[in-house]
Structures are given as C-alpha cells and as structure tokens.
C-alpha cells in the first residue's frame, strides 16, 4: 500500500490463514468463504484417525461459530469464470486448484483483498485479486 494509505478494514482469509497457528497484519473485520468451510469438512473427513477427526470436527465448529461464510452465488460464479480462465491463460491447471479459484473469486466479487500464507498460490491472479501476504 501507498505512503498514507490506510489498512482495508475487512478482507477475506484463504483456509491456509484460517488454519495457521499465527497470523500477522489483518484486517479489524474478517470473513470466510463459505469454499473454506468446504475444504475444511473434507479435510475432516479424511483425518486418518478418530483422534485427529475429533480434533478438526472441534475446531471446525470453533471456526463455523466466528464466521457467517460469504455464500458461492451468482457474483462469485461470473468472478469464478474470468479466474479460471486467467490461471488457464497462466499455463495452470483449474482442476487441481477449484476451491482456491472459488476463495479468490469470492473476494473479487465482494471486492476484499485476500489474505493467505500460500502467496505463490495466488500469484498469477494478482491482476484480478489484491492478494496480500499473512
């Protein structure tokens, strides 16, 4: 950001943010997309052991008790469509990143930077999604 320039006031956490133990320079007011809490339930799911998928069932329920996910409708679908279409023009694969492209297309359609660990990831839609380092 640009000298003088204040913090967003929200933006948008990709699920490597919602999961990371430590998190510096957010936003005062957060959200999810309701593609995080997707990625979530399936990694419950696939926890290996009764142990580990009570561990992510509680924390899922901590993390469902914070937010009111932003839904995947109609703005987000026509977003959707311009990201995938940019990362296939980027010479990547959509298939292996769907719920990635749905977390970022979220915050264009609500127009919130994107805050994630995984910077790399989102890289090639920096002209379309103001993705920002946590």
Not at 2 to 7: C, M, Q, S
Not at 15 to 22: C, I
Not at 45 to 60: D, E, P, V, W, Y
């Amino acid at each position: 950001m640009g000298a003088g320039a204040e913090e967003p006031v929200k933006g948008l956490l990709d699920t490597s943010v919602v999961l990371a133990g430590e998190v510096e320079d957010l936003p005062r007011e957060t959200a999810i997309s309701a593609a995080t809490l997707a990625e979530l339930h399936f990694g419950l799911h696939l926890g290996k052991s009764a142990q580990i998928r009570a561990l992510r069932l509680k924390r899922l329920a901590q993390i469902e008790s914070l937010f009111d996910p932003l839904p995947i409708d109609d703005a987000v679908a026509r977003a959707y469509g311009e990201i995938a279409a940019s990362t296939i023009r980027s010479g990547r694969t959509v298939r292996t990143r769907v719920m990635d492209l749905l977390i970022a297309a979220t915050a264009r359609a609500h127009d919130l930077p994107l805050y994630t660990k995984n910077l790399r990831d989102f890289e090639p839609l920096a002209s379309l999604v103001d993705v920002r380092g946590a």
